[in-house]
Structures are given as structure tokens and as C-alpha cells.
């Protein structure tokens, strides 16, 4: 089976730095992809790593371990529109498996 | 119009309706996917379509059925559906299965009475 571990909430404040992780548990791995979805809109495509090492883009980095089935993204100098709910996903060839996700809220 | 489109975007039915989704992908994509999103719960993925051909059923109540006639139109019909249905359904596409990139549609806001 698949499962998928990261925080149900973080807050941080405008500016700051913050960094959710996710732990995974899966019998196939493609690679791991973070999705955002803010209330009322659809997850929409922040990144992916298929191999160890960090990815940046623009604001927002992502990185993996695959030997110890961890990953995070990390989110620069934040502000207010990044609050959202974050989601780390599996690619197992068939499909993503998605975490329960993170909800981010960024404070003034 | 681009990207993935989904009608309606709100639905009212009751147990006894039969209904049907739609979602439509304008990127050239060979693989579609149903999710559904309820409140506080993870995205659950419900069906996978490759090809025109289903590829994944992820264990969903028979109420719930899909058709994939093209490669760009995919439908969910609904019948004699339970108010535990409700959600959010999303639609979502990728070049491929291996999927490590998913476009997904808005979303069918769905309330089952």
C-alpha cells in the first residue's frame, strides 16, 4: 500500500521561511510532486523531483531523499497569497497519491 | 478556451436523480482521472483513464460510473447517489499515466439531498 505523512497546519508570518515535509511509504516510485490549492479552487502544479536534490523555482524549492522517503517544499519570503493548502503527491506509474495536506496560513 | 474545463460547476441532486459530469481537456493529453475532495479528507482518486481505456478503479461504488468516448471528454454519471457523496469533484489530466504533472479542472461542487 501507499501512504503519505505531512503536517495537517503551519503558520508563519509574511516574509518568513517555511518548510513542510512529507514522509512516504510506497511500494512503486516515480517521483514526488507538491501541489496548492487554495479554498475553492483546484490543486494546481508547484513541482516535482524524480531524483535526490533540491529543485527551485522562483520562490518556492522542493526537495527528496529517496533513500529516506522524505521530502519538503520550502516556501521564501512568503506572502499573504500563499496561504493555501499544500499537498505532497506519489507518482507510482498509474497515478498520484496524495498526502492529506498542509494548510498554510500566513500572518500579517 | 485552454486547459481542463469541467460542467457543471455546482450540482444539486437528489438520491433518487441520475446526473452526469463533464470534463473536457484542451492540452493534447493522453490520461484523465476522477478525484474526489471532501471536506477535510485528501483527494481520493477514483478512476484513470489511458487512452481511451480505463486503467484504474479505485474500489468505487457502482452509483458511480465513467466514460471516456475520447481522448479529451470524460464523464462521471451519477445515480441513486448517498449525501456521503457529496464533495468536490475534480477532474484532472497528464501526458501520460506516469502523471508527475497533473492539470486539473475547477470542479464540480456536488450536494446530494
Known amino acids: 500500500g501507499q501512504s503519505l505523512e505531512q503536517p495537517s497546519e503551519v503558520t508563519a508570518v509574511e516574509g518568513a521561511i517555511v518548510q513542510i515535509n512529507c514522509t512516504y511509504q510506497?511500494?512503486?516510485?516515480?517521483?514526488l510532486s507538491w501541489y496548492q490549492q487554495h479554498d475553492g479552487g483546484a490543486p494546481t502544479f508547484l513541482s516535482y523531483?524524480?531524483?535526490?536534490g533540491l529543485e527551485e523555482t522562483g520562490r518556492f524549492s522542493s526537495f527528496l531523499s529517496r533513500s529516506d522517503s522524505y521530502g519538503y517544499l520550502l516556501l521564501q519570503e512568503l506572502q499573504m497569497k500563499d496561504s493555501a493548502s499544500y499537498f505532497c503527491?506519489?507518482?507510482?506509474?498509474?497515478?498520484?497519491?496524495f498526502g492529506k495536506g498542509t494548510s498554510l496560513l500566513v500572518t500579517p | 478556451e485552454t486547459g481542463v474545463t469541467q460542467t457543471p460547476r455546482h450540482l444539486v441532486m437528489g438520491m433518487t436523480n441520475k446526473k452526469s459530469l463533464k470534463c473536457e481537456q484542451h492540452?493534447?493529453?493522453?490520461?484523465m482521472y476522477w478525484y474526489k475532495q471532501s471536506a477535510k479528507k485528501p483527494l481520493e482518486l477514483m478512476f484513470v483513464?489511458?487512452?481511451?481505456?480505463?486503467?484504474e478503479n479505485n474500489s468505487v461504488p457502482s452509483r458511480f460510473s465513467p466514460e471516456c468516448p475520447n481522448s479529451s471528454h470524460l464523464f462521471l454519471h451519477l445515480h441513486t447517489l448517498q449525501p456521503e457523496d457529496s464533495a468536490l469533484y475534480l477532474c484532472?489530466?497528464?501526458?501520460?499515466?506516469?502523471?508527475?504533472?497533473?492539470?486539473f479542472g475547477p470542479g464540480t461542487r456536488l450536494l446530494v439531498l
Open positions: 503527491a506519489v507518482s507510482s506509474g498509474y497515478a498520484l497519491n
Open positions: 483513464y489511458s487512452l481511451e481505456e480505463r486503467v
Open positions: 510506497t511500494s512503486g516510485f516515480y517521483g
Open positions: 523531483n524524480a531524483l535526490d
Open positions: 484532472a489530466s497528464s501526458q501520460d499515466t506516469a502523471g508527475e504533472t497533473q492539470y
Open positions: 492540452l493534447g493529453h493522453n490520461a
